[in-house]
């Protein structure tokens, strides 16, 4: 039996996302306390980081329906759609968070998370 074409894809994301954490960026974004969605970006972050991912999605499509324009909370989606082998999902959101960030290292960190969502899709 054949494997379906999505599963080396999603091993791909997966290897990536191993990688990062290797690499020491084990929590890749840190949402500051005075920002609104702090709150609801830390929550899911430690849903993310104990592979609750739909959980951790969850958590941080209710921070962007308050907050739709935070390049943290849609970073962290995307990660999630990443995740999830859903990459379209997950260059859209990448792509937003990068039209709304302003932070070079970040911008730079979306930059290469659009290729590997594009060219994984």
Known sequence: ????????R???GLAFLAAVRLAGDQSPIQFEDRQPSA???????????????DEALGRFQTGL????????????????YLNRGKFKDAAAHFE?????????????RL??????????G
């Open 39 to 53: 709150g609801i970006g830390n929550a899911g972050l430690l849903l993310f980081e104990s592979d609750r991912i």
């Open 96 to 108: 937003k968070a990068r039209a709304a960030s302003t932070d070079a290292e970040k911008v730079e």
């Open 1 to 8: 039996m054949a494997l379906p074409r999505a599963v080396p």
């Open 65 to 80: 329906a308050v907050k739709p324009d935070d390049p943290d909370l849609l970073e962290m989606a995307g990660r999630c």
């Open 111 to 120: 930059d290469e998370l659009i290729r590997l969502a594009g060219g994984l």
């Open 10 to 12: 999603f091993a791909l």
